[in-house]
C-alpha cells in the first residue's frame, strides 16, 4: 500500500520560513510526479505545486509562486516543500499527494496524512 | 472563494440516491474531461472516488458514479450506506495560471 507521511508543519511568524518533508514508500517514487495540495478547514482543497519524476519541472499555483519551493530527493524517496515569506492566508493543512495518470488524464491519487502550518504574530 | 461551486450540504436515508453537483466555466469543466471527485472522512486524508469524469478507481463501489454536462459534473452516490457519510470535493484541470482547481466541498449526511 502506497505511503506518504508528511513532517515538518508547525507554529511560525509571518514572515518566517518553513520546510515540509514527505516520506514516500511501498512505491517506485522516482517514477512518479507528485503534488502538494493544502487545506484550510471550512475552505477546501487548494492546489499549491507540481513536481516532475526527476525533479526538472515544477510549476506552481499563483498564491505561492515566488515564495515556495518544491524539490525531490529520488534517493531519499522524500518531496519537500520550502515555505518562505509565509503569510497568515498560508496558514492549513499540507497534504503530499501522488500523481495518478490514465493516458488521458492526471489526479490526485494518493494522499498522505498532512501537516499542518499556523502562520501567526 | 473555491474556483469550482457545489452545494454546501446534501442529504439522504439509507438505501437512496443524492447527487452532488459540481459548476464551472468554459475554462475548466466545460472544455476538459479532466474532473475527478474525492472523499474525505473527519480528520482523515482525502480519498480518489472518480476520475476522467466517470472512471472509478480499483476499490471503489459501483454505487458510485460520475457524469457531465455543460459546465455542470456531477457525482452521484446510489444505495446509500451509513459510511458514505463525508465530505465530498470535486476538481478539474483548467487552462488558468493555476492548473487545478476544487469546489469548496460538500457534506453529506446520512439521515
Known amino acids: 500500500e502506497v505511503q506518504l507521511v508528511e513532517s515538518g508543519g508547525g507554529f511560525v511568524q509571518p514572515g518566517g520560513s518553513l520546510r515540509l518533508s514527505c516520506a514516500a514508500s511501498?512505491?517506485?517514487?522516482?517514477?512518479?510526479?507528485m503534488h502538494w495540495v493544502r487545506q484550510v478547514p471550512g475552505r477546501g482543497l487548494a492546489w499549491v505545486s507540481r513536481i516532475s519524476t526527476d525533479g526538472s519541472t515544477t510549476i506552481y499555483a499563483d498564491s505561492v509562486k515566488g515564495r515556495f519551493s518544491v524539490s525531490r530527493d529520488n534517493a531519499k524517496n522524500t518531496l519537500y516543500l520550502q515555505m518562505n515569506s509565509l503569510r497568515a492566508e498560508d496558514s492549513a493543512t499540507y497534504f503530499c499527494v501522488r500523481e495518478g495518470c490514465s493516458g488521458v488524464s492526471c489526479y490526485f491519487h494518493h494522499w498522505g496524512q498532512g501537516t499542518q502550518v499556523i502562520v501567526s504574530s | 472563494q473555491s474556483a469550482l461551486t457545489q452545494p454546501a450540504s446534501v442529504s439522504g436515508s439509507p438505501g437512496q440516491s443524492i447527487t452532488i453537483s459540481c459548476t464551472g466555466t468554459?475554462?475548466?469543466?466545460?472544455?476538459?474531461?479532466?474532473v475527478s471527485w474525492y472523499q474525505q472522512h473527519p480528520g482523515k486524508a482525502p480519498k480518489l472516488m472518480m476520475f476522467?469524469?466517470?472512471h472509478r478507481p480499483s476499490g471503489v463501489s459501483y454505487r458510485f458514479s460520475g457524469s457531465k454536462s455543460g459546465n455542470t459534473a456531477s457525482l452521484t452516490i446510489s444505495g446509500l450506506q451509513p459510511e458514505d457519510e463525508a465530505d465530498y470535493f470535486c476538481s478539474s484541470y483548467t487552462s488558468r495560471n493555476t492548473p487545478w482547481v476544487f469546489g469548496g466541498g460538500t457534506k453529506l449526511s446520512v439521515l
Open positions: 511501498e512505491f517506485i517514487f522516482s517514477n512518479y510526479w
Open positions: 468554459s475554462s475548466d469543466i466545460n472544455f476538459y474531461n479532466y
Open positions: 476522467e469524469v466517470s
